[in-house]
């Protein structure tokens, strides 16, 4: 498998083509990131089910790891993959599809709920990818909330059939982690992606001098980034674990 380059649109993105392509658009350390909200949200519920645990991650990982990418990556190509527009189109399909039908089978066998969940993931995904009604939901308040504390909500409400103030203050913290994961990327991702070259000097008080390029600028919130995308998950893994 190749690796990234510095010049690539993500610090996970392989070098385009072939089956390379996927694993880029699953975008993978910020997939497995978000998936343990759903854990941590089943973690704390007063009873906890393995089975509802499975098919929540199941549900958020075909709705936001493969759909949701999906739509980003059809308007404007942002990872620039070849994946075919048609096949993009038909991941997203089967990715909210799959999604909606786990959630249904959480309704009629966990809890009637999760019938409010449902149209509202679909509608976060849809709209916050695809930037309708312009682009209101497209925004860093939108994306803590759509990535960061619903998917704690809804694996809660999975397990327990109500919400209660444990949920919502993980919820929170969740949708705080995201802010500040989008306040991470969002400069890391333009120098990527938008940047086409950077110049400058930054002078010390001592008199040295080190060069500014977009590599230099980039580095300390990446780093935070990839520190970020592991601990996050270890964190889940510890709180199932604690629960099993």
């Known amino acids: 498998m190749a690796r990234s ?11 385009p083509g072939g089956r390379r392509d996927y694993w880029t658009l699953l975008h993978p350390p910020y997939t ?8 941590l949200g089943a973690a704390i519920a007063p ?5 509802w645990l499975l098919e929540s991650l199941l549900a958020f990982f075909l709705a936001m790891g493969v759909a949701a990418h999906a739509l980003d990556e059809l308007r404007g190509r942002p990872l620039r993959t070849r994946i075919p527009s048609a ?3 038909g991941l997203a399909v089967a990715g909210l599809g799959g999604a909606v039908v786990l959630g249904v089978h959480g309704v009629l066998s ?4 999760l019938a409010v969940c449902i149209p509202v993931g679909v509608f976060l995904v849809v709209a916050y990818n695809l930037e309708c009604f312009g682009g209101a939901f497209h925004s860093d308040l939108w994306f803590s909330l759509a990535w960061g504390g619903f998917p704690v909500i809804t694996a809660y409400l999975a397990q327990a059939g ?7 203050l993980l919820a929170a913290g969740c949708a705080g982690l995201s802010a500040a994961q989008r306040v991470l990327s969002t400069p890391v991702r333009r120098l990527r ?9 930054m002078i010390f008080h001592d008199g040295t001098q080190q060069p500014l390029n977009g590599a230099a600028l980039r580095a300390a919130p990446e780093r935070a980034l990839k520190l970020l995308s592991l601990s996050v998950p270890l964190l889940a893994l510890a709180a199932v674990l604690a629960r099993i």
């Open 162 to 168: 109500t919400l209660r103030v444990p949920a919502v």
């Open 32 to 39: 497995i990131w978000h998936l343990s909200y759903v854990a």
């Open 5 to 15: 380059d510095p010049g690539a649109p993500a610090f996970y993105a392989l070098t």
């Open 193 to 201: 992606r938008d940047v086409a070259e950077v110049r400058g000097t």
């Open 47 to 51: 009873q906890f089910r393995m089975r």
């Open 87 to 89: 096949v993009l189109v």
């Open 110 to 113: 966990a809890t009637p709920w």
